[in-house]
């Protein structure tokens, strides 16, 4: 059973803080990483994909990849009220190409 | 372009009804998948079509019915459905080529069952 564990939450943090979200996963040949952004009654919304190890950065967004430690994590810098929301992370298993998402973390940017 | 649409966008039916669910793109990608998620529940994934073949069914009960007209299209047939079914109904798509599979996400279809 492929497994993706998101840190519980939720989240507050102040505006202007960095917020860290934390994911990990448990299909050791996955390859593709993926944070979604979803405001409450809407749909997931793409924020950022990595598949290599390392940190990759757009704009406010950090996401951090580490295949031997089967952790990925997303890094919000400036955190505004506006980037409150459940973020998801997924994972695309190796094989069967399927997304499997974490259970979400709630983040809430306290004004 | 990175839209995927859906219509409708709410949807309230009664178990004997029959209906359906449509979901276009234009972005040329290559699978479609239909996602159902229940309120403060991550996306559950139901079917995938790869170039326009079913690919994955998950179990899903037969009550609810896939179809791909073309690359640009997918439908859900909804029939019979109970109570529980009523959820956001989610389509996706993703190019599926070498290095690319991102998946999108339309709006989704928030559908009552009475």
Known sequence: QK????NSGPLSVPEGAIASLNCTYSDRVSQ????????SGKSPELIMSIY????KEDGRFTAQLNKA?????????DSQPSDSA????????GSARQ???????QLTVLP | DTEVTQTPKHLVMGMTNKKSLKCEQHMGHRAMYWYKQKAKKPPELMFVYSYEKLSINESVPSRFSPECPNSSLL??????????DSALYLCASSQESQGAYEQFFGPGTRLTVL
């Open chain 1, 99 to 105: 997304l499997t998402f974490g259970s979400g973390t």
């Open chain 1, 3 to 6: 497994e993706v564990e998101q």
């Open chain 1, 52 to 55: 290599s190890n390392g940190d």
């Open chain 1, 86 to 93: 459940t973020y998801l992370c997924a994972v695309l298993s």
């Open chain 1, 32 to 39: 593709s990483f993926f944070w979604y952004r979803q405001y």
């Open chain 2, 75 to 84: 439908n859900l047939h909804l029939h019979a459905l109970q109570p529980e």
């Open chain 1, 69 to 77: 430690s089967q952790y990925v994590s997303l890094l919000i810098r």
